[in-house]
């Protein structure tokens, strides 16, 4: 069956520090990818995306995540983190004519 | 802003009640994904229209029904309302039936 993991449920990281947010799949073959991001009382918005081609896509606010076909992971990735990307963040796979599955997804909190 | 917009963005209503959720899809899309947004079960795909016809359904309830109109807007009619059945619901909107999908703010439904 298709699923999608987020191990960690909350992380806190100082500001300024780097980021990275994990997310495995198990699909029978490479699904899209997606990241999103949702701020509290808020919608869902899209961070970035992988569909084929350079396995280290770029995305909006300064994300960047990379797809590693071998471990089945699409982790998610900031350089220096914002008090303003206190957030939860959403992994969701997608293959065409499925569903988007999203993971559980994790918290992040920006400490001072 | 993504272009996809909910109404009302807060519900609250009795036990026993129907209700119905409404969305515009940004201009263009032909795609439109309700989904349900509870703190136990995370975000689940309720159902999919694509230009009027259903395309996919997830898990949703027998009281649930959606529709999308010719104008490519989309009810989601709640009927018989539980407890249980407190939850955000997020309208979503894409271009063709997969890929990248845009969200809109959601509606907070409260069942007292």
């Known amino acids: 069956a298709q699923s999608v993991t987020q191990p960690d449920i909350h992380i806190t990281v100082s500001e300024g520090a780097s980021l990275e947010l994990r997310c495995n799949y198990s699909?029978?073959?490479?699904?899209?990818l997606f990241w999103y991001v949702q701020s509290p009382g808020q919608g869902l918005q899209l961070l970035l995306k992988?569909?084929?081609?350079?396995?280290l896509v770029q995305g909006i606010k300064g994300f960047e995540a990379e797809f590693k076909r071998s471990q089945s992971s699409f982790n998610l990735r900031k350089p220096s983190v914002h008090w303003s990307d206190a957030a939860e963040y959403f992994c969701?796979?997608?293959?065409?004519?499925?569903?988007?599955?999203f993971g559980k997804g994790t918290t992040l909190s920006v400490s001072s | 802003d993504s272009g996809v917009t909910q109404t009302p963005k807060h519900l609250i209503t009795a036990t026993g009640q129907r209700v119905t959720l409404r969305c515009s899809p940004r201009?263009?899309?032909?795609?439109v994904y309700w989904y349900q947004q509870s703190l136990d079960q995370g975000l689940q795909f309720l159902i999919q229209?694509?230009?009027?016809?259903?395309?996919a359904k997830g898990n949703i309830l027998e009281r649930f029904s959606a529709q999308q109109f010719p104008d490519l807007h989309s009810e989601l009619n709640l009927s018989s309302l539980e407890l249980g059945d407190s939850a955000l619901y997020f309208c979503?909107?894409?271009?063709?039936?997969?890929?990248?999908?845009?969200f809109g703010p959601g509606t907070r439904l409260t069942v007292t």
């Open positions: 699909y029978g073959a490479t699904p899209y």
């Open positions: 979503a909107s894409s271009v063709g039936g997969g890929g990248e999908q845009y």
């Open positions: 992988y569909f084929s081609g350079d396995t």
């Open positions: 969701a796979p997608h293959q065409a004519g499925t569903a988007l599955i």
């Open positions: 229209y694509y230009n009027g016809e259903e395309r």
């Open positions: 201009s263009g899309d032909l795609s």
